[in-house]
């Protein structure tokens, strides 16, 4: 049934009529009397030309809209999804499963010949027919299923599905809850074995994720055994392939589930694999899910820093002594000597790259070799941080080399020798490195310290760098920075620009403390604090890249992701995102595609059974932007070759939550039946409504200009004024 309806967007029809009443008698004033007078006929003619011209602006004003409604009598429709994951294509102790897969296939297109027919397994496909199913899907995943269908709109929303399966779930969070609110009848058929075969495996892997070196972690794995009693089963744990702890598990039920908990000692940092194995007992039916594994980032617990010194002082010796008092940092001293040489030898870029920090007392001086600023530099720029704390001696020439990465600009230097003392404001005080004992009288700790020293040195701070201390002179507040840090990207840095450090420690806490007093080390707290802030992993990392799964069946895809900030947090456009990844036949790079909003991805299809590391840098117009590793496994996945007995109790939930019915191959015909009587399935008048704007079409426009053009033609024609 269908009609036409038309209405005025803007206004009334009643004004509509009444103005086009007023440009109708306009146009007869016009021409009731002419001259020279005109007969009757043409001047009806000029003024019914001229009422058509000003009623075709008047609808262009008005807006007028034709409405089309129509209504139709529509079941909501059928949908049929057939589970095409590989597990739909085993012999189990029921038989050929894909028999009897084919079998309810036809038994609902018998019933139900305008069935919408679709395939899931990882992914949801809608197919013209179903003769033939390639039932080689890697995963089951019912929740994509739900949630694909429930999406759909208007006719195309179903009343019921009829879901064919086995029911084992392996992807994907539990479906029931999405399914229950969707509205739709989740009609279930029942394929394969409901007889839970004799078996013994692992269900559950918790590992955390993370964990540190030389700290004890726990991972848990849940153990299952079906048909077997006093029996035992050696669970183990692997790193990497190597056993490092094991547990035995008493098997004393028919029907056994329980958790073990193996402690590891990560004793190597980065991405490690581990992995949790049973012992095989006779006769069990299912080997692949014997195992399961995991990647957990390892990290290192110790800090290494390296102390260059341009000469031996007090302050080296304090530093190094409060430094120490922390058993997880490694400290590592290099004094200079006369001729550019030093005592224990120079390290190498990579071993200043792998230190958290470098810290230069009265470093360089005048005799520095280029290029030991050099090795520093660079380490700096690959994600070392660097503490600057001057001295007598410093060369600020020498610095000018390292200015790229420390906070500040020399402007000049002299060695002339002055005695200052900090002067640190009250809301600095809450600054971690600045922070004593987090309280109200840290501004008061600091302002209170012994004075310390000071070379003729002016600097100008960087931009996006934050003064935390300005400098007194007899008590007199000057306008030059003692204490400066900044944090660009993965490196950051702190700058001293005084000497005389062991004063705050000797002559500010000693005296109190030999009159057992209890002060604050206002010394202890800011050396710590330091190491710690420079030392801090960057928790929102700006480059991130991570393939979507940990662990891929054989013939899986494997997806790149990756998400790119600059150091404001704004997402990075334009970057080039390259990856390369490194697995049994050898190391492939690639590049990845930018879908906007700072986002990458590529896919680089199925890859071969093995483990897989992978490297990332991201980089934009040259400059770099940051960089991510991981790792992943292809092929170790036994998710559908374990699925050997039919899940019946998901499948029952799935259709009693939503007021369907759960049956078997053989009750199947009977149940469909009964779905067909579904009230969700009721015939529905379903009315659509499309509108034409009238005032968009030409044809007003062109009638109102042509009416007045034949007019005025009239008009010359028979001399009108």
Not at 537 to 563: L, P
Request: with cysteine.
């Amino acid at each position: 049934m269908q009609h036409i309806q038309f209405f005025l967007a803007n206004g009334s029809w009643w004004l509509f009529l009444a103005l086009a009443g007023v440009c109708a008698s306009l146009a007869w004033i016009a021409y009731r009397k002419t001259t020279p007078m005109l007969p009757g006929g043409l001047r009806l003619t000029l003024g019914t030309l001229r009422t058509i011209g000003l009623c075709m602006l008047l609808i262009a004003l008005f807006e007028p809209v034709m409405r089309y409604v129509s209504s139709l009598e529509q079941r909501p429709p059928i949908l049929l999804a057939v589970d095409a994951s590989s597990s739909m294509a085993l012999k189990d102790g029921g038989g050929d499963r894909s028999k009897d897969l084919y079998q309810a296939i036809t038994t609902v297109n018998e019933l139900i010949p305008d069935v919408v027919r679709v395939v899931f397994s990882d992914v949801t496909t809608e197919v013209s027919t179903l003769d033939s199913v390639n039932l080689n899907g890697n995963r089951t995943d019912f929740e994509q299923l739900i949630r694909t269908v429930s999406n759909r709109r208007g006719m195309e929303r179903p009343g019921a599905v009829i879901v064919i399966s086995d029911g084992n779930v392996n992807s994907g969070t539990s479906p029931l809850y999405d399914a229950e609110r969707s509205g739709i009848g989740w009609y279930t058929i029942g394929i394969g074995d409901t007889n839970v075969p004799r078996d013994v495996g692992l269900v559950n892997l918790i590992s955390g994720g993370l964990a540190v070196v030389g700290r004890t972690s726990v991972i848990s794995a849940t153990v299952q055994a079906n048909e077997y009693a006093d029996s035992a089963v050696v669970v183990t744990l692997y790193e990497e392939g190597v056993a490092v702890a094991s547990d035995t598990v008493r098997i004393n039920h028919r029907r056994f589930k329980q958790m073990v908990n193996l402690s590891w000692t990560p004793r190597v940092s980065g991405h490690r694999k581990v992995t949790v194995r049973t012992s095989t007992l006779t006769n069990d039916a299912i080997s692949a899910n014997n195992q399961l594994s995991d990647y957990v980032q390892v990290k290192s617990d110790e800090q290494v820093v390296y102390i260059f010194a341009g000469a031996p002082s007090p302050d080296l010796t304090f530093i190094k002594t409060q430094l120490e008092t922390s058993p997880t940092t490694k400290v590592k001293i290099l004094i200079q000597k006369q001729g550019g040489e030093f005592y224990e030898g120079l390290p190498s870029i990579a071993d200043l790259t792998s230190a958290q920090a470098c810290i230069l007392i009265g470093f360089p001086i005048a005799s520095t070799p280029v290029g030991i600023l050099q090795r520093i530099e660079q380490a700096c720029k690959n994600g070392t941080s660097v503490f600057f704390i001057a001295g007598h001696e410093t060369d600020y020439t020498k610095v000018k080399l390292l200015e790229e990465v420390l906070p500040f600009t020399t402007t000049s230097s002299r060695n002339t020798e002055t005695l200052i003392t900090a002067d640190v404001a009250s809301a600095h005080t809450a600054d971690p490195l600045m922070r004593i004992d987090g309280t109200s009288t840290d501004n008061e700790t600091w302002n209170g310290l012994p004075p310390i020293y000071r070379t003729e040195t002016y600097v100008t701070p960087k931009s996006g760098a934050e003064v935390l201390a300005m400098i007194r002179i007899n008590n007199v507040p000057v306008p030059e920075p003692l204490i400066i840090r900044q944090s660009n990207g993965a490196m950051r840095s702190v700058a001293v620009l005084g000497y005389g450090l062991y004063r705050w420690k000797l002559m500010g806490k000693g005296p109190a403390a030999s009159r057992g007093e209890v002060v604050a080390d206002a010394f202890a707290s800011f050396m710590s604090n330091g190491i710690a802030w420079l030392a801090a992993d960057d928790k929102d990392k700006k480059v991130r890249v991570t393939t979507n799964r940990k662990f891929y069946a054989s013939g899986e895809h494997v997806m790149f992701q990756a998400s790119v900030l600059d150091d404001v947090y704004s997402a990075v456009d334009g970057a080039e995102v390259a990856v390369t990844y490194t697995g049994p036949k050898g190391a492939t790079r690639i590049v990845l595609a930018g879908l906007g909003n700072g986002r990458y991805t590529s896919n680089v299809g199925a890859l071969p059974s093995g483990d897989y590391s992978f490297s990332a840098t991201a980089s934009l117009n040259g400059k770099g932007l940051g960089t991510d590793a991981g790792r992943f496994s292809v092929g170790e996945l036994g998710l559908e070759a374990s699925g050997t007995t039919q899940n019946v109790e998901l499948l029952r939930a799935l259709a009693e939550r939503t007021k369907a019915r759960y049956a078997t191959v053989s009750d199947a015909e009977r149940m469909l039946r009964e779905a067909l009587k579904d009230p969700r399935l009721r015939t529905k008048a379903v009315t659509s409504e499309k509108d034409q704007a009238l005032w968009w079409l030409p044809w007003p426009l062109m009638v109102s200009i042509a009416a007045f053009a034949i007019e005025w033609v009239i008009r010359r024609r028979v001399g009108l004024v």
